[in-house]
């Protein structure tokens, strides 16, 4: 990996989430000390963003991933909360200009059902509108979004969904090694 990543978890009960635990996971043991994961429901649950901390960290990362469960077409209020109080200082400032912004979602529903006439009507891509916007007027290099869908694994204890995983999590890696 060629420059520490800060990896943003917006899960609301993490501890109860099987595949985005299992996302950080992966993460954490294939880049060991290359990553910095900020689980934000676990520092943050009264909501009370220390923005300063988290500006020190963002100052040393060349790369921010957002990691979060996709659902009622949106990402957990408190990565809004963090992105609006964070990212508010550091535009500001400046200092995103050139830092690069990946999103990594899961959800329950596959991504062919995330087109128009489709059951979710729209592209993920435009339900990630308000980040990719803060991406662009924070003059950030946005790579999009992975997706991985629970939908289609009956099994979650097989080869697989956890073969299916991985390849998650190496896609993440891919972006970032670019």
Same mark, same amino acid.
């Given at each position: =990996?060629?420059?520490?990543?800060?990896?943003?978890?917006?899960?609301?009960?993490?501890?109860?989430?099987?595949?985005?635990?299992?996302?950080?996971?992966?993460?954490?043991?294939?880049?060991?000390?290359?990553?910095?994961? !900020?689980?934000?429901?676990?520092?943050? &649950?009264?909501?009370?963003?220390?923005?300063?901390?988290?500006?020190?960290?963002?100052?040393?990362?060349?790369?921010?991933?957002?990691?979060? &469960?996709?659902?009622?077409?949106?990402? &957990?209020?408190?990565?809004?909360?963090?992105?609006?109080?964070?990212?508010?200082?550091?535009?500001?400032?400046?200092?995103?200009?050139?830092k690069?912004?990946?999103v990594?979602?899961?959800?329950?529903?596959?991504?062919?059902?995330?087109?128009?006439?489709? !059951?979710?009507n729209?592209?993920?891509?435009?339900?990630? !509108?308000?980040?990719?916007?803060?991406?662009?007027?924070?003059? =950030?290099?946005?790579?999009?979004?992975?997706?991985?869908? =629970?939908?289609?694994?009956?099994?979650?204890?097989?080869?697989?969904?956890?073969?299916?995983?991985?390849?998650?999590?190496?896609?993440?890696?891919?972006?970032?090694?670019?």
């Amino acid at each position: =990996m060629k420059n520490q990543v800060l990896f943003i978890v917006a899960h609301p009960n993490i501890e109860k989430s099987f595949l985005n635990k299992k996302i950080v996971q992966n993460l954490h043991e294939k880049c060991h000390d290359n990553v910095i994961i !900020r689980s934000l429901y676990s520092l943050y &649950p009264d909501f009370k963003i220390n923005t300063e901390e988290e500006i020190k960290i963002i100052l040393n990362v060349k790369f921010i991933v957002f990691q979060f &469960p996709f659902y009622w077409y949106s990402y &957990p209020s408190l990565l809004k909360e963090w992105k609006d109080q964070v990212f508010t200082k550091l535009y500001e400032k400046k200092i995103l200009s050139g830092k690069h912004l990946l999103v990594s979602i899961t959800t329950g529903a596959e991504e062919k059902s995330f087109h128009a006439g489709e !059951r979710n009507n729209f592209t993920i891509d435009e339900f990630l !509108r308000p980040i990719q916007q803060t991406a662009c007027v924070c003059n =950030m290099i946005y790579h999009g979004y992975v997706h991985f869908s =629970m939908n289609g694994f009956k099994n979650i204890k097989g080869n697989s969904f956890y073969s299916n995983l991985e390849k998650h999590t190496d896609e993440i890696l891919s972006i970032i090694n670019q």
